[in-house]
């Protein structure tokens, strides 16, 4: 009995070692599961983090090279965009801090040494400049016309035109030419012998300036009968008393610097014509960029040229400091753009006023602008519009053809339209006729009826 109890407890023990073998190496395995399992979430939240950190870096560099950072740095030379555009506006605003110092520095550089400008022709446009030149420096001026009370109200003096001799004893730098075009030649061919008298006692002239509205007739006037002591700027203020009456800011201020120290600047050449300072280059290219009259090819920049070229600039500076948009430009070219801009505007203008137009009760703001137009334009002299035809005769005519020919073309599409419109009625006719004008007739012999379809009916209007 005893033995048969041993085996049952052998059998039982190796049963239960067999469990428990079992047991252990099923909970090993969960354990290992468990924490391979672990150890690959830690993995994935690594990586995660590598690859959003490596974005951020890579968004840095982006950035970066945006802002002027070398991208060729490595990772831990990538500059954080965080700052940088506070970085930016302090640099901002010390570039416009030194701006500002710059523009006062430029002002008092004006205002130590005003300028005496003289001012020849003393009409609606003279005056309209003298008013604001005033303010700058002294202003002396004449004209056929006794103004000595309007040139005492903005504190200049007035010289008959009959006295050129007392006008130039003014110690004039400058001297605008504020005349007409038709009177532009005739005014300076009067004003050079006395120039000439002038400049011989002085061995220097004043600065000439022209205003006109054409400029390559100005430039060749003044070049062929003023001295060669005299310098020359060509320009064009491109606004008048009308549109610059509440003052001259961002007005066109057309220049060409065409004469300084007896130097001729040729606006044709590789160089920029309205660049007249001559330091750093070399004299193989001053030589290429100038025109000399009786002066020495070997140019070197004198005393006589950077003194010329001060009041050049200073002149300049007085429209700059009004506010102007400062556009230099040569003669040529200012001719073949104000043929296509001003010319064709006064003679649109000219056209409609010749019409008779005049206001309604039922105007549209687009015909309100062709009013204004008309105003506008011939609130300037006939003598001013004609000058623009005919001192820039060859820009205008072809203005004056190129308007003919887009009228005929206006006109005959106009034609053409109205001879399709005209088939396209026509067409309907005819066939309206053919659906619905027919006669019915019942005949005596079948009992039945006869259609008989009407000739064809023309169309008019």
Known sequence: MWR???????ILGVVLCLCCDEYFHLVGRTTNALELNISNRKRCQISRRFVTR??????????????????NSNN???????????????QEAELSRKLTEIRMEKLSALRSKPLTIGVVGFGRFGQFIARTLSKHGKIVVTSRSDYTDVANDMNADYVPLSDPESFLDKNLDVIILATSIVSFESTVKALAPHLEAYTSKTNKGPLLVDVLSVKEHARDILLEYLP????ILCTHPMFGPDSGKNGWHNLNFVFE???????????????DFDDNNINGRTSDDISDSLIYSNYNKNFEETYSYTEAMDIIERFLSIWEEEGCRMVPLSCKLHDEYAANSQFI?????????AQGLSKTPIDTKGFESVLKLIDSTTADSFDLFYGLYKFNKKNSLSIIQQLQVA??????????????????????HEMDIQKTLRVTEPTSERGGTETHTLNRIPYTE
């Not at 954080?80 to 970085?87: A, K, N, T, V």
């Not at 610097?257 to 160089?271: A, E, S």
């Not at 505007?345 to 006023?353: D, P, W």
Request: net charge negative; proline share 2%; hydrophobic share 35%.
């Open 4 to 10: 048969r109890n041993i085996v049952i407890l052998l």
């Open 54 to 71: 490596s974005e951020a870096l890579s968004g840095s560099s982006l950035n970066g090279s945006k802002d002027g950072i070398n991208n």
């Open 76 to 90: 831990n030379d990538v500059v954080s965009p965080i700052g940088r555009l506070e970085e930016l506006k302090q």
């Open 228 to 231: 060669e002591e005299c310098d």
């Open 257 to 271: 610097k065409t004469r300084v120290d007896k130097i001729v600047f040729d606006p044709k050449n590789k160089f």
């Open 345 to 353: 505007t006064h003679l649109m203008g000219r056209i409609l006023g």
């Open 407 to 428: 009228m005929d073309d206006v006109v005959d599409n106009l034609k053409i339209l109205e001879k399709e419109d005209f088939k396209k009625r026509q067409l309907q």
